[in-house]
């Protein structure tokens, strides 16, 4: 049954999502329960009742006969029960079966009614997509159109400004063209009344210049004798100073030459031709800012002498005046040699 059953409501779908099967699910679900209803509502037969009652009679011998007899009978009735069952069940599997080509019946209309309400719905869905694409298509085009004509309008608009900017700008050059020439022309008025008071001033000036060169000659010529004379003062008042210098740097490098040389303590290896040249730096106080070897003896004992002489005088003879300390003992060159220590 299930077979024939999927047979008849097969669409060529899957059974459980197509819209007829679920329909026949549907109807076969409402006929069980009707069925199941009737069953409960009919009213069970009462019950007989009973009657107790005794009979008492002698027992009586059972006839061979009557037995096969009512044995035939009860076989009679049996068989007779039984075509009566399967008759009512035959009967009830064709109002089952009726049911289910009704409800099957139903169930197609219903699908077949669906499907022309689907058909109808995707019909007018088509024709309200057209007519809404044939709007769009109208409002497109007329938005192109009002867009082109705006666009037009923009452009027109757009000319007539460069047309009206382009006249404002030659009038506005033809303007500034007049004033240029105006500027010009008194420009040039201006220039010439200034080169004609240049001219003036020129002429007047080379006057002045030509007194005032006369003059200058004439002032020259004594600020240059009034010079000379002052260059003459003052060279022989620096040839003094310079010799002044001179004997004083004289007079106290020999006191510096006699303190190194009671200070100084040469190395018996020392000889007479041996001769180191010393570099010393003086502080204005006197004090020593520091010595190095200028030309060395070859000697390093004979050299280290030399400089331990130096180093080792506290405060060095100094003339006063600042002018002969930076002149020549700022910074100044001294010899050692053994002759010197044995004067």
Known sequence: MKGHKRDIVSTGKAPLKSPVAVSVGLHLLVFGIALAGWSWNTPPEPEPRS??????SPEPRPTPVVEEQDEADKEQERKQAQAREQEEAERQRQAEEKARQEAERKAQEEAGRREEERRQQEAQAKELAEKQAR????????AEAEAKERERQKAEEERK??????????EEKRRQEEQRKKEEAE?????EEARKEAERKRLEAERRLREQQLEALA?????????EARRQQEAAAARAREAQMLSESEKYKALIREKLTQAWFMPSSATKDMTVRLQITLLPSGELAGVTVASSSGNTAFDNS????????NRYPIPNDRDTFERYFR????????SQKSR
């Open 51 to 56: 009657i107790s009652a005794r009979l008492i």
């Open 135 to 142: 709007e769009r298509e109208a409002a497109r085009q007329k």
């Open 219 to 227: 002032d020259q010529a004594r600020q240059e004798r009034e010079a």
């Open 161 to 170: 400004r460069q047309e009206e900017a382009k006249r404002r700008a030659e």
């Open 306 to 313: 030399a400089l331990n002489a130096v180093r080792d005088l």
């Open 187 to 191: 420009r040039q008025r201006r220039e």
């Open 331 to 338: 910074q100044f060159t001294i010899e050692f040699n053994p």
